[in-house]
């Protein structure tokens, strides 16, 4: 059983379109991330959900939105998609916000054309 | 601030031969963990190795051991005994416990090759 999976595993969409990402966790965690992953390989978070509710909200623009209808999914959804949006996206989950570490889906990698 | 650095951006290491990965951090809270992933070609993050800012000994899991100097701020990836698969992308990250609610932060990651 995949512990953090997310989907679509590859996302390619034109400009200005709308997109989601799904992600579910099967291991009873209470926070879950997106994490952006640059071509540079360079990982930023994005945000951050404890029980369902956002906690953490870096410099993300408002056209990225992500949604947890509960605690085991967090979805991203992205409005007027923008060529500097292309980059693989991460799901995470981790127990708490201390010191666990977090574990990783299989990214989605977005290509805007 | 840059909490996170790894200084070489590439490695390279014989096969059976062992590597040190480096990482420095940068907090002032007293309570954080440490975290060493593995990123393949193929793209997925794996979990290696954990230390805990009061862990009194090293963390060792199999061939992965963690360099942990305190004073120094340095947490360094020890990998034994090279294998081809160990090529890949590794990132030092680190969690402040103490700062709120943070995440884990990553640094640049260093890419590890294996030669046979």
């Known amino acids: 059983d995949t512990a953090v999976s997310q989907t679509p595993k590859y996302l390619v969409t034109q400009m200005g379109n709308d997109k989601s990402i799904k992600c579910e966790q099967n291991?009873?965690?209470?926070?879950m991330y997106w994490y952006k992953q640059d071509s540079k390989k360079f990982l930023k978070i994005m945000f951050s959900?404890?029980?369902?509710?956002?906690?953490i909200n870096e410099t993300v623009p408002n056209r990225f939105s992500p949604k947890s209808p509960d605690k085991a999914h967090l979805n991203l959804h992205i409005n007027s998609l923008e060529l500097g949006d292309s980059a693989v996206y991460f799901c995470?989950?981790?127990?708490?916000?201390?010191?666990?570490?977090?574990?990783f889906g299989q990214g989605t990698r977005l290509t805007v054309v | 601030a840059q909490k996170i650095t790894q200084t070489q951006p590439g490695m390279f290491v014989q096969e059976k031969e062992a590597v040190t990965l480096d990482c420095t951090y940068d907090?002032?809270?007293?309570?954080?963990?440490l975290f060493w992933y593995k990123q393949p070609s193929s793209g997925e993050m794996i979990f290696l190795i954990y230390?805990?800012?009061?862990?009194?000994q090293n963390a060792t899991e199999g061939r992965y051991s963690l360099n942990f100097q305190k004073a120094r701020k340095s947490a360094n990836l020890v990998i034994s005994a090279s294998q081809l698969g160990d090529s890949a992308m590794y990132f030092c990250?680190?969690?402040?416990?103490?700062?709120?609610?943070?995440?884990?932060?990553f640094g640049k990651g260093t890419r590890l090759s294996v030669i046979a």
């Open positions: 995470a989950s981790s127990q708490d916000l201390k010191n666990t570490e977090a574990f």
């Open positions: 291991l009873g965690h209470d926070t």
């Open positions: 959900y404890n029980n369902k509710e956002l906690i």
């Open positions: 907090t002032s809270d007293p309570s954080y963990g």
């Open positions: 230390q805990g800012s009061y862990d009194q």
């Open positions: 990250a680190m969690r402040e416990r103490n700062s709120g609610n943070t995440p884990l932060v």
